[in-house]
């Protein structure tokens, strides 16, 4: 069947009702979920093919309160609907998804979305929550009274979206009947619950005991500071055994190819490029899993928008708002997906600051960076009686990028004009058992995302990077290493000076260049640069007893000060064009992070070389 | 050049020219599809904006959207007296 002919399907609803699971449960994709609103920001398309042979274009669309949209991404939603967004042809039908513990809420919209005068079908998600907490919905009557076919679905179940493809493999259903423009849509809604929901008081009670530890002013946070610190500190203590594993396995092949092959380039090119280089940055996958892991249970928990609502007071005097909190949350993954998210954001001042500052979360690929410093000069050492010194440094490190966030904020809402504040207003989901099957899944997704960048752009910038230091090849009779004659060599003694006071050796200097398209690569660069420096037998050992050995502290400290600032990578530089229309944002958001990072290198350097 | 030699010529050639391409596909697309359209003499073919879902950082879920990514870009908006 032609796409032509297939059936347009819209999947519609307030945030955080399941769309997007139900959309990867139809389609087979797998676009994030979590347990929060604003996940989703674009919208995401996909296709299905229904028992009887028939095409469906399924269009998943960002979630949102109301056709009046008051963000970028509620209003892909409404024009979509509208048959206004350009390119896209009006859907043929609406699927309003609607979360079945909280049909108070989600009901409004659906009355809404009837006035488009679209068929409609209502598929009631999450109908095995409602059923545990004793939520009795009866279907035929909510769909005699709403007019429109009424299915249930359980998106995160195997079968759970069965009955809605029956559905979508039939006739289009008639015309809801809409509502008069001026009707009262909470009365409306009252009304429905009233005839075709019945709820138990008991419901909430279980939320609500837990909100009052965890939205707590004091405890609350008091809560939120010691999962951090946990987390930090697991990603020493926990990753260790598996890190020396990996790095066993890197080791002995190494050494497997340095003794096969002759001496030679393609030796050199195996050895010093590809396994001290992208094998120096695989080592670090436990430590990125472990990150992960926390993180997935704290979305899937519904945790996370509750330390939205406990940040909002600090937030909004650092000049934010407490939707920012989720942006930057993702930050810590990539700046990339956060400044994207920050489309949830309605008011344009507060959504150019998150932007702005997104960068200076600790993304994941900082991660390599930090674990190789801090395993390379930090003792691994116990203080007071209980917490691993090196995870305490890795926590101060992702602190001082939270803290320069909330500064550099504070900076420019000092400089602008405006100084309105928004109010915070935000669903805060049902808490859920994280479901093991699902955190077990998003771990395999990041270790191959993680693997897969690892193979392909960092092993490719890593073999660049080899020729680059091995040609021009030094002439017969040279004494020194061949990267002091290559061009690599030549361009990292040439921007060494600029350097020199923050205490960047040439070698450093190098790595920095290759950072600027993916962190991580700053690693490689320095595994296959010290490998190639080497005039000695030794030059496959791992990077970390060099680096150890040759670096003082005080440039230790110094590289890790840069990379709390370091200017961004050039996606993410790109991305800050495209949400902000224009090069002038990059340009400062560019030009910002290169002082700041230079600033702090230069005190750390100058400061710890003093002291030491 | 021996066996050996040659052996090792062609593997760092190919995997020093596959590298710059995949560098290119990542970082600059449009000018790795012009390049592209260079040497096979064709017309380039609509690719994808360089970073953002399905393009520059591969970090996020791998996102699989058909069409490029919608620009929503910041505007803002003087107050109405």
Redesign the interface.
Known sequence: MSEAAALRVALVGNPNCGKTALFNRLTGSRQKVANYAGVTVERKEGRLVAPSGRLVQVLDLPGAYSLHATSPDEAVTRDVCLGHFEGEARPDLLVCVVDATNLRLHLRFVLELQQLGLPMVLALNLCDAAAKRGIRIDVAALQRELGMPVVETVAIRRHGAQSLVQQLDTRLPPLPAALPADADLHAEVSRLLGVAVSVPRRTAQIDDSIDRVVLHPVAGLALLATLLFFMFQAVFSWAEPLMGGIEGLFNWLGIAIGTTLPDGMLKSLLVDGVIAGAGGVLVFLPQILILFLFILLLEESGYLPRAAFLLDRLMVGAGLTGRSFIPLLSSFACAIPGIMAARTIQDPRDRLATILVAPLMTCSARLPIYALLIAAFIPQQTVWGWFNLQGLVLFALYAAGIVSALAVAYAMKWMRRDQTEHALLLELPSYRLPNPLDVAIGLWERAMIFIKRVGGVLLALTILLWFLSSFPAPPAGYSGAAIDYSLAGRIGHWIQPLFAPIGFNWQICIALIPGLAAREVAVSALATVYALSSTGDDAAGALMPIIADQWSLATALSLLAWYVYAPQCLSTLAVIRREANGWSTVAIAAGYLFGLAYLASLLTYQIASALT | MSA?GL??FL??GG??L???W??LG??APRLRARLLSALTGQRPAATA?????D?????????????P?????????GRQS
Do not use: D, H, M, W
């Open positions: 050996y052996v090792e593997v760092i995997a020093l596959l590298s710059a995949s560098v990542q970082f904006k360089a970073a953002g879902c393009t520059g950082c591969s970090s996020c879920n791998g996102c699989a959207t058909t069409k990514a919608t620009e929503q870009p910041i505007r803002f908006v």
